[in-house]
């Protein structure tokens, strides 16, 4: 009896150790187990497009080292964007005014949280102010969409480049002759006239121009006989 009675009492602080300890996870995971307000903390705002997943008490970081914790998620119905109101720790009271400030995501799939990037200006930011340069959250849905729709415009793409048949030459027809250039005979020589003979003159037996030869005397005596 006394047995049974110890058993129940250790279990009994067992399951009072899980209990705390689930507790002590659930604290942790949902950054209430910081929920203290440091004196001389100060608050910015910022201007989100898309918070995305971001709760109120996620960190805010710089350089990996925590800052701050977000105070309080709003809407803007004027400029239809939310309003993140963020708590920097005092110890970080020389932040410039120009530094940006990105909602991030820890790891893959874990918590996001807002990363400030510090600029170059030489005044700092002070309780109220708000944080002009801002970037939104990266939706891993809509990350997801645009990919499959990429990649659906690039298979229609191929599979129309491949429907389309190539163009086909056009064929050589059969009834076109190539035509063949001719050589054309050359006229023929005509044949030259031949040339009148001149009669010759008396004295010296030289054709004369124009008009019949005249014969020697001597000629003519000899074709007497």
Same mark, same amino acid.
């Given at each position: 009896?006394? @047995?049974?009675k110890? #058993?129940?009492i250790? %279990? *009994?602080?067992f399951?009072a150790l =899980?209990?705390l300890?689930?507790f002590?996870?659930?604290?942790? %995971? !949902?950054?209430?187990?910081?929920?203290?307000t440091?004196?001389? !903390?100060y #608050? %910015?705002?910022?201007h989100?497009g898309?918070?995305?997943?971001l $709760?109120? $008490?996620a960190?805010?970081s710089?350089a990996?080292?925590?800052?701050?914790?977000?105070?309080? #998620?709003?809407?803007d119905?004027?400029?239809?964007?939310?309003?993140?109101?963020m708590r920097i720790?005092?110890?970080y $009271?020389?932040?410039?005014?120009d530094? !940006?400030?990105s909602?991030l995501?820890a =790891?893959?799939l874990g918590?996001?949280y807002v990363?400030?990037?510090p600029?170059?200006s030489?005044d700092?930011?002070?309780? *109220?102010d708000?944080?002009?340069?801002t970037q939104? +959250?990266m939706?891993?849905?809509q990350?997801?969409?645009?990919?499959?729709f990429n990649k @659906?415009?690039e298979g229609? *793409?191929?599979?129309?480049?491949?429907a389309?048949?190539p163009a &086909?030459?056009?064929? @050589?027809?059969a009834?076109?002759v190539?035509?063949?250039?001719? +050589?054309?005979p050359k006229? &023929?020589a /005509?044949a030259k &006239?031949?040339?009148k003979?001149?009669?010759?003159?008396?004295? /010296?037996g030289e &054709?004369?121009?124009g =008009?019949? +030869?005249r014969?020697?005397?001597?000629? @003519?005596k000899s074709?007497k006989h």
């Amino acid at each position: 009896m006394q @047995a049974s009675k110890t #058993i129940e009492i250790w %279990v *009994g602080v067992f399951v009072a150790l =899980g209990l705390l300890g689930l507790f002590f996870v659930a604290m942790q %995971v !949902s950054n209430l187990g910081e929920f203290r307000t440091a004196k001389g !903390s100060y #608050i %910015v705002k910022a201007h989100f497009g898309n918070i995305g997943g971001l $709760r109120v $008490r996620a960190p805010v970081s710089m350089a990996g080292v925590t800052v701050g914790r977000v105070e309080r #998620i709003s809407f803007d119905d004027q400029r239809y964007e939310a309003v993140v109101d963020m708590r920097i720790d005092p110890s970080y $009271r020389s932040l410039p005014e120009d530094t !940006s400030a990105s909602i991030l995501t820890a =790891g893959l799939l874990g918590e996001q949280y807002v990363g400030l990037s510090p600029g170059g200006s030489e005044d700092y930011l002070k309780d *109220g102010d708000e944080i002009e340069l801002t970037q939104s +959250a990266m939706v891993l849905e809509q990350l997801i969409s645009r990919f499959l729709f990429n990649k @659906a415009e690039e298979g229609k *793409g191929e599979k129309t480049s491949a429907a389309e048949p190539p163009a &086909a030459k056009p064929a @050589a027809r059969a009834d076109r002759v190539t035509p063949v250039k001719v +050589a054309s005979p050359k006229p &023929a020589a /005509t044949a030259k &006239a031949p040339k009148k003979l001149q009669p010759l003159s008396r004295q /010296t037996g030289e &054709a004369k121009p124009g =008009g019949p +030869a005249r014969k020697t005397p001597a000629e @003519a005596k000899s074709a007497k006989h």
